[in-house]
C-alpha cells in the first residue's frame, strides 16, 4: 500500500515540519508538591504563575531553553486516573552530567537510573516526578 492509496499525502510533495522549540504542558495531583520538585530538586526556575478565581492552577518552569508547564489537575477525568505512563522526556545539555546527578540526589532527589555511558557516547540519567513523568537528563 503506497502513501496515495492509504490516504495520505506523499512525502515528496509535502514540506516537512521544521520546530524551533518544544514545551511540555503536564497535569500533576498537586500543584505545590509538583512546584517543589522541579524548582528544588530538579533545578527549574519559576518563570510565571498562572492564576484562575484568585489561585494559583499552573506555574511555567524554565531550565535553559526547556520550558514545562504545570496545572493542577481538575479531578474532571477522576483522581486516580495514571500520569506518567507511557511518557518520556529528554532534555540535552552540555553540562556535567555526574554533576547535575549529584546535585539532585543533593536536593533530595532520587534517581531512577544512575549515570551510565550509552554505546554511542552519550551519558545520561533518569529522574521521576511526583507524578511518575520520567525526565532523561543526556548529554
Do not use: C
Not at 500543584?31 to 519559576?46: H, I, N, P
Amino acid at each position: 500500500m503506497t502513501n496515495e492509496t492509504a490516504g495520505t499525502t506523499p512525502h515528496a510533495s509535502a514540506e516537512s515540519l521544521h520546530g524551533h522549540s518544544l514545551a511540555a504542558s503536564l497535569t500533576v495531583k498537586d500543584l505545590q508538591t509538583s512546584l517543589a520538585w522541579y524548582r528544588d530538586v530538579a533545578g527549574f526556575t519559576v518563570n510565571k504563575e498562572h492564576e484562575r478565581g484568585g489561585k494559583v492552577r499552573a506555574v511555567s518552569l524554565k531550565a535553559g531553553g526547556v520550558e514545562i508547564l504545570i496545572g493542577q489537575d481538575d479531578g474532571a477525568k477522576g483522581w486516580d486516573r495514571p500520569k506518567g505512563e507511557g511518557f518520556s522526556l529528554r532534555i540535552t545539555t552540555s553540562q556535567d552530567i555526574d554533576a547535575l546527578a549529584a546535585g539532585i540526589k543533593a536536593r533530595g532527589g532520587t534517581l531512577d537510573a544512575e549515570p551510565t555511558t550509552l554505546p554511542w557516547g552519550a551519558r545520561v540519567f533518569r529522574i521521576k516526578d511526583p507524578d511518575g513523568f520520567k525526565i532523561a537528563i543526556s548529554s
